[in-house]
């Protein structure tokens, strides 16, 4: 997988580059100091995945991102941990706090791996099926998956896609967060973000910005945390 770097901090993009250059099937294209420096880059090459910076003289990179092709990742790599909502918004793959430990960056690495292979396969067509009590049909990648409700542990929107989670597997089809929503028991399944759909029933534990469901956080969004919490956290909290 082909990336850049955006990042108006030299020091920041050598760490990035190093980052990189230890971890296996990326190659570094381009690195930039600003979104405005690599446009003309991106607009004449294609571009698999983008580490971006946020906080940036001009334009910044949450602005910038909501104008990068759909058919390019973007991880984001910044010191604020105060945008990482926001980031979801704009389909990020994944946000890394600096400075970024090998690890964690292998980790977000391996995610957009996970996604462009699915990506690639044909979605076309893809749609829900049958509904049915505790499960639906979803046809993805020229199959038919049986999805049970219960092993469903979140759905993601990201791009023109949904990529649900369960307990097994990842399950990927062509189909906008609302239109899924809209399938799924309303006592079982709630939007935490414009980006997350949760099964409240693997909520591991929550706090003000954020449900952990096994080793995923999942950003809860403001304008969904009001709804969240009272009918879904508050009213189950037990009392002395």
Same mark, same amino acid.
């Not at 698999?48 to 946020?54: R, T």
């Not at 003289?57 to 949450?62: D, F, Q, S």
């Not at 304008?223 to 002395?240: A, H, L, M």
């Given at each position: %997988?082909?990336?850049?770097?955006?990042?108006?901090?030299?020091?920041?993009?050598?760490?990035?580059? %190093?980052?990189?250059?230890?971890?296996?099937?990326?190659?570094?294209?381009?690195?930039?100091?600003?979104?405005?420096?690599?446009?003309?880059? %991106?607009?004449?090459?294609?571009?698999?995945?983008? @580490?971006?910076?946020?906080?940036?003289?001009?334009?910044?990179?949450?602005?910038?991102?909501?104008s990068i092709p759909k058919e390019t990742f973007v991880i984001f790599t910044t010191?604020?941990?105060?945008?990482a909502t926001d980031s979801y918004e704009v389909d990020a793959i994944d946000y890394?706090?600096?400075?970024?430990?090998?690890?964690?960056?292998?980790?977000?690495?391996? #995610?957009?791996?996970? !996604?462009?292979?699915? *990506?690639?396969?044909?979605?076309?067509?893809?749609?829900?099926?049958?509904?049915?009590?505790?499960? *639906?049909?979803?046809?993805?990648?020229?199959?038919?998956? #049986?999805? !049970?409700?219960?092993?469903?542990? *979140?759905?993601?929107?990201?791009?023109?896609?949904?990529? %649900?989670?369960?307990?097994?597997?990842?399950?990927?089809?062509?189909?906008?967060? #609302?239109?899924?929503?809209?399938?799924?028991?309303?006592?079982?399944?709630?939007?935490?973000? #414009?980006?997350?759909?949760?099964?409240?029933?693997?909520?591991?534990?929550?706090?003000?910005?954020?449900v952990y469901i096994g080793t995923n956080e999942i950003p809860i969004g403001s304008? !969904?945390?009001?709804?969240? @919490?009272?009918? *879904?956290?508050?009213?189950?909290?037990?009392?002395?």
């Open positions: %997988m082909n990336c850049i770097i955006i990042d108006d901090e030299p020091l920041a993009r050598e760490a990035i580059e %190093m980052l990189i250059n230890q971890t296996d099937n990326l190659d570094l294209i381009g690195s930039f100091n600003s979104p405005e420096t690599a446009t003309g880059f %991106m607009e004449s090459n294609t571009v698999e995945l983008v @580490f971006l910076d946020i906080q940036m003289p001009g334009i910044n990179g949450i602005e910038f991102a909501r010191a604020y941990s105060e945008f890394l706090i600096k400075p970024v430990k090998l690890e964690r960056f292998k980790k977000a690495v391996e #995610k957009a791996h996970t !996604y462009s292979k699915l *990506f690639k396969a044909d979605y076309a067509n893809n749609k829900i099926e049958q509904v049915a009590d505790d499960f *639906f049909f979803v046809k993805a990648d020229r199959r038919i998956f #049986k999805v !049970y409700f219960n092993s469903i542990l *979140f759905i993601q929107g990201l791009k023109d896609y949904v990529v %649900m989670h369960t307990e097994n597997q990842k399950v990927i089809t062509a189909m906008n967060i #609302k239109t899924i929503c809209d399938q799924l028991p309303k006592d079982m399944f709630v939007r935490v973000s #414009k980006s997350y759909v949760i099964n409240v029933k693997h909520i591991g534990s929550v706090d003000n910005n954020t304008i !969904y945390r009001d709804y969240f @919490f009272s009918e *879904f956290v508050t009213k189950k909290i037990v009392g002395r």
